[in-house]
């Protein structure tokens, strides 16, 4: 599992380390990290050019003793300066010990664009709100130039906390990060800006609980449901989906699909497409007395393609067992209903509808896709998986670490593919998992199956749910 904490988290373990340890050695472990990997993304070193980008504080240190490093190895390094009488003290005297020019902005451009390299040290985890002008210019030079940029701890011009890009900033192809990844680099848009990412361990004893979490294979592998010998249909659990309109029966069709690959015994399905639920799935058990008279199920999937059925989703949400609410059901549910079930309730919004239930643009939850997740889940007293670029899974309890997916791809974009993710995820709550278990299990799944079905092109709905086998297998391999 890959963890994330805060800048006031990190800055903590830092302090507690350096004091116990030589006056710059922690700075020294950072430089020689981040010299490896500028080397590894050179490929030769001597002979090359390097430009380091620098600001005031530490970053533009660390930025300063690896210049040093590389120009030791023969690589011509020179260090443009943003605040000539603010720059590391101690980085300056060792780049230019070792051979490195030093200059102010006034021909950036020049350098930028004869250099193999450029490090980026211009502003450190703590930046907010964007970038100063100077710096602005720099951002936008550098992606103009196509030279390969690595930088240090984070892109500056990102919000390490939050991952949110206010204005121009530094679009890396590698990141280099020191004793743990920062929230930002996991989370869009911040993440995009990133590029590849390299942990470089400096020796941070940090909490157990990070403010952030990504489940990798062996973490998904672990909370899928395996039949025990004895299990039955029954035993395994039995998922309710209620979903469809005679405008959209296709929406209870692929919800119903992804629902029997999800690890629940038996799907029930309750609405009007019926009909087409039974050709393509004759496994399902439908039936036409509603919900409350359905038979007995683990857990409630409500809303894909219900139209203004708002009767089906009140009735659904009276019940006493895991919902899983989604689409048309995230509009017509009350927010207190919501709040005052017992059972757990998990929330699937993409950007769109979850602006609609936060009163704010889809572009403000698009740019503060964190801060979003945990006030939508604040708010209703449920889980809360928000869908996008990145996948966020937020509990309503603030001392739960939200969960980033890492898995999908652009071709994920298509319609009804959340119908597929809604069934799976309800699926998986049938099974016993915890909302937030249920909810990142499935979008790890549904994230590589969408990467299988696609292969680098157009991609279905139903070829989602076909390929989730296959995700599942690979997953459960660990």
Request: charged letters at 20%; a neutral charge.
């Amino acid at each position: 599992m890959r963890t994330a904490y805060s800048v006031e988290t990190v800055r903590t373990a830092e302090r507690s380390l350096m004091a116990r340890l030589p006056e710059g050695t922690l700075m020294q472990r950072a430089a020689a990290g981040l010299a490896a990997a500028c080397a590894d993304v050179l490929g030769r070193v001597y002979g090359s050019r390097v430009v380091l980008l620098i600001g005031s504080g530490d970053n533009g240190g660390d930025a300063l003793y690896a210049g040093a490093r590389l120009a030791r190895r023969g690589a011509g390094v020179t260090a443009v300066l943003l605040t000539s009488d603010r720059a590391h003290t101690g980085g300056l005297a060792a780049l230019r010990r070792a051979g490195g020019t030093v200059r102010d902005t006034t021909d950036a451009e020049k350098w930028i664009s004869q250099a193999d390299l450029v490090l980026d040290g211009i502003v450190g985890i703590g930046g907010k709100g964007g970038l100063r002008p100077e710096a602005e210019r720099l951002a936008v030079v550098c992606e103009r130039a196509g030279v390969p940029v690595v930088a240090v701890d984070l892109p500056s011009g990102v919000d390490a906390d939050t991952g949110e890009v206010h204005g121009p900033a530094i679009r890396a192809d590698l990141t280099v990060t020191f004793g743990t990844h920062k929230p930002g680099l996991l989370i869009d848009p911040a993440r995009d800006y990133a590029g590849s990412v390299r942990l470089v361990d400096i020796g941070l004893t940090l909490p157990e609980v990070p403010e952030v979490e990504a489940l990798q294979h062996r973490d998904v592998a672990g909370l899928l449901p395996v039949p025990a010998p004895e299990s039955d249909k029954y035993r395994r659990g039995v998922v309710g989906v209620a979903a469809g309109s005679a405008r959209y029966p296709g929406a209870a069709v692929l919800a119903v699909a992804g629902a029997l690959r999800g690890g629940a015994g038996a799907v029930r399905y309750v609405g009007p497409a019926a009909d087409a639920v039974i050709a393509r799935f004759p496994e399902t058990l439908v039936s036409d007395r509603g919900p409350a008279k359905a038979g007995r199920v683990q857990a409630w999937v409500v809303g894909p393609g219900a139209g203004d059925d708002a009767a089906t989703v009140a009735e659904v949400l009276s019940t006493d067992v895991p919902v899983l609410l989604d689409a048309d059901g995230l509009r017509l549910a009350d927010q207190e209903t919501v709040r005052a079930r017992t059972a757990p309730t998990l929330m699937t919004p993409h950007a769109g509808e979850a602006a609609a239930l936060l009163g704010v643009t889809r572009e403000e939850v698009e740019r503060a896709r964190l801060n979003s997740a945990r006030e939508l889940a604040r708010r209703y007293g449920a889980t809360v998986l928000l869908k996008g670029s990145t996948t966020l899974v937020a509990d309503p309890t603030t001392d739960t670490p939200v969960r980033v997916n890492p898995t999908g791809t652009s071709w994920l974009a298509t319609a009804g593919s959340g119908d597929v993710l809604s069934g799976l995820a309800g699926s998986l709550l049938a099974a016993g998992l915890s909302p937030q278990d249920a909810g990142s299990a499935a979008a790890y799944l549904h994230g590589l199956a969408g990467r299988y079905a696609a292969e680098g092109a157009p991609v279905g709905a139903q070829d989602v749910a076909e390929a989730l086998r296959r995700a599942w297998r690979d997953t459960g391999s660990g």
